[in-house]
């Protein structure tokens, strides 16, 4: 007997035929996950007696961009059954997934915009869901899968060309803060304080630069100034 056999012998019966499959859901339980398109879906809930459908709705997201694992040096992952509370913070890391692959960047221009569904229909006997995605999405959730691969393949590579590009980012920004030494209204702030205040103010991507190396930068551009008006 195959599937479509089963569905005219469930039929003849005067039963309505409801193709579900087992599906572990982001929570971790497993659940009935309805196959069909989404009006055979409708025609389920129908079926079943149901009158509301619940459904929740995810956005791409900055940390869609970023690979988070628990990772021991000697290349084994933790252990995913440990207690949160026991795992070492030192073997956690943070990687950004457009170093390892960088077409995964074009997506950034999509980051809030709704990527995947999913309706949950309950009664008293029985729930299903049904998920739908954007063509899109299935397009990214790929290429990130892939990136993750190349990072696992290699994450001191991986590493060392983060930090490069980070400093070389870092020094793309501090380059606007030394173009304000030629600014009339910075030069006239009396305290390195406020000089970096104004800086801050005025180009609000500084935040994402090291602490120690913007207020050095200030100092700087403030012994600059201090003697340009001795002359």
Known sequence: MITSELVQRIKSAGFFPIHVE??????GDSELRFVGSLEEFFEATKA???????????KLD??????????????????????????????????DLTVALPSLADFK???????E?????KSQF??????????WWDSFAEQREKAIQKVDENREAMREKMEKQKLEKENELLKQVRGLLNDLEFSRIPTQRGMKA?????F????????????EEIRKLDDKLKARKRK
């Open 22 to 27: 087992w599906n572990t859901g982001r929570n």
């Open 48 to 58: 079943l007696g149901i009158t509301s459908v619940f459904f929740l709705v995810w």
């Open 62 to 95: 900055e940390e869609d961009f970023l690979y988070d694992s628990d990772y021991e040096e000697d290349g084994d992952y933790s252990d995913e059954d440990e207690p949160a509370s026991e795992k070492s913070d030192e073997g956690n890391e943070s990687f």
């Open 109 to 115: 221009k999509r980051i809030g915009q709704e990527h």
């Open 117 to 121: 569904f999913l309706l949950v229909a």
């Open 126 to 135: 029985a729930s299903i869901s049904f998920s739908l995605s954007e063509s």
């Open 198 to 202: 104004y800086a801050l103010e005025k």
């Open 204 to 215: 609000p991507e500084l935040e994402e630069v090291d602490e120690s190396s913007l207020v």
